[in-house]
C-alpha cells in the first residue's frame, strides 16, 4: 500500500533558527516529527564556492500539507533561497505512518 507521507528537507544557519521553525510547524499541526543533524554544506551562491556549517532538518508530513508547510518554512526562513525538498515515503511501518498521518492537520 502507497503512502501518502513525505520527508521535507531543509537547511538553516542555526540552532536558533532550527528551534524557531521547528516550533511553528510542529504547533501549526504542519509536521509530526522533525529532526535535526548537523552538517557541512557545499555549494555555489553568487558564482562563489561556498562552505558553511548549516543544521539539517528532517520533516515528517504529508502530501497534503506540503504546499502549507513550504510556504511556511519560506515566511519564517532566514536564508533568501530555502533548500526545501520534499520526498516521498513510499513504504514504513503502518502504525508508525498512521500516528503521522493522526498529527499533521494540512
Do not use: F
Request: hydrophobic share 40%; net charge neutral; with cysteine.
Amino acid at each position: 500500500m502507497k503512502s501518502n507521507a513525505i520527508t521535507v528537507l531543509t537547511t538553516v544557519g542555526s540552532k536558533q533558527q532550527a528551534d524557531r521553525l521547528i516550533k511553528v510547524l510542529l504547533e501549526s499541526r504542519l509536521a509530526a516529527c522533525i529532526q535535526t543533524q548537523q552538517i557541512e554544506s557545499n555549494y555555489v551562491w553568487d558564482g562563489k564556492l561556498c562552505c558553511d556549517e548549516e543544521v539539517l532538518l528532517i520533516i515528517k508530513s504529508t502530501n497534503e500539507a506540503y504546499s502549507k508547510l513550504e510556504r511556511t518554512i519560506v515566511a519564517n526562513h532566514d536564508y533568501e533561497v530555502p533548500q526545501v525538498v520534499a520526498l516521498p515515503i513510499e513504504a514504513g511501518y503502518r502504525p508508525y505512518l498512521n500516528w503521522l498521518k493522526q498529527h499533521v492537520n494540512p
